[in-house]
């Protein structure tokens, strides 16, 4: 048992561990299906805190429009669920049926040529990832590769944030506009509105969810991990050891996509629906947050970060309607300024300190093996008066091997 101990402590799985227990076992027995699936929600937002780790925390890199690739995954993935709702006997009251209901309403006569893949599920599961991962490598292979970087890079991002957010309102036709895409009720036939799917969907979320902390842990552990901490504190010194510096940055930031575009895909399943609202820039901004809440250098930290920020959003939501806002705004602030490394750098800075101090700490009652007090010792004896001039010397001498072996 000892032998576990120690091995989950040094690989880290210690806390990937809890964290399991917590999402497989102490949620689902303590909480509604409601309160379920309002926690699922949470875990998709999770998948874009552990990427903001790898790539800002290990990366150095800051992104200010991780809602792009997580609103890209969630469309493609509403964008299968609409067609299957939008079958001709669902859609016969429309002018065309067999066509999305706000198609229809702009005045659309046929299924535009780029949504016909999506009729096929495994196409779209393809889609959810590749899609941001190519815009995310268009994106940073242009910037890296001319040294584009630091508080440049989190502006340009933003502003794709903004780009897409605009392209996806303006072209109501076909991403459905504002609104976005909403009724979306089957999956492959599988009603995913009943508790019993909603369930299945949270253990899913939760599965995946630890699996890209398993993911991203290994590659922090790897000669990858290494050369991404060594990137983000001495740039210059490993571009001139001869790696190619913009390349592991097009990694971490294509890694990153991937990781929130299937969370928006899991979030489009489990809420029924996905609009531009979880697209733009202040979204973006939240899963920077949920990442500095957490602790920008844990993927755990960064999981719970992502939980108690939407908690307390639902929470303050819920309690003070008209003060909420401001209740999260001070949350933010007085997080990041009472505990800079976030809640994970609470945990190495003060409780982890804590349990070793218990542990070291002797039993109670002097037993197991305590050294015995000062007033039990028996006492020194006496030197005489005419040993006094030989004992300097030899003090002297065994305070010079002393030091010398220390």
Known sequence: ?????????RSGLASIAIL??????????????FRLNLVGKYLTYGFVAIGLVMLWGYGGVLSLGQGVFFG?????????????????ESTKIQSTPGIPDFMDWNQLTELPLWWEPFNSFGFTLFAVVAVPVLLAFIISYAMFKRRVGGVYFAIITQAVALILTVLIIGQQGYTGGVNGMT????????????????????????ALLLGAILLCRWIQLSKLGTLLLAMRDKEDRVRFSGYDVSMFKVFAFCLAAAL????GAMFTLQVGFMSPSF?????????VIFAAVGGRMSLVGAVYGALLVNFGKTYFSETFPDLWLFLMAALFIGVVMAFPNGLAGLYESHVKPWLARRKQAPAPGGTGGEPPSASAAPAAPTVP?????????????GAKVSSQSA
Request: hydrophobic share 55%.
């Open 1 to 9: 048992m000892d032998a576990i101990k120690t091995w989950l402590g």
């Open 20 to 33: 399991a227990v917590l999402l497989l076992v102490v949620f689902p027995l303590a909480m509604d299906t």
């Open 72 to 88: 890209l995954g969630g469309y493609a993935m509403a964008m299968f669920l609409k067609l299957e709702a939008s079958d001709p």
């Open 183 to 206: 009724d979306l009720k089957t999956l492959m036939g599988w009603d995913i509105r009943t508790d019993e799917a909603k369930t299945l969907l949270y253990f899913l979320t939760a």
């Open 260 to 263: 929130s575009a299937i969370g």
């Open 279 to 287: 697209v733009g820039i202040v979204p973006s901004i939240e899963m």
């Open 385 to 397: 008066h005419t040993t006094t001039s030989a004992a300097v010397p030899t003090a002297g001498i």
